[in-house]
């Protein structure tokens, strides 16, 4: 069985923009613990925090990187 890393997408991307985890934390306004928690599946990203990487990341769609199986 293949174990899927959460957010697998959303790293790509981040990864593609050359954004730290620490720069990440700072456009959220939230901890750098924060930021691992939501990119490592135990917490969530809020609504708002999702819009702001939406704008932040130019992505199309949030579906893909959110809520992707």
């Known amino acids: 069985m293949k174990e899927s890393k ?15 985890q620490n720069e990440i934390a700072t456009m959220l306004g939230v901890s750098l613990t924060s930021v691992n928690n939501k990119l490592t ?3 969530e990203f809020s609504p708002k925090e999702m819009k702001i ?9 949030i579906d893909a990187y959110f809520f992707a199986d």
């Open 6 to 20: 959460p957010y697998a997408k959303l790293r790509g991307r981040l990864a593609e923009r050359g954004l730290t």
């Open 53 to 61: 990487l939406k704008m932040t990341l130019d992505l199309e769609t």
């Open 41 to 43: 599946g135990k917490t």
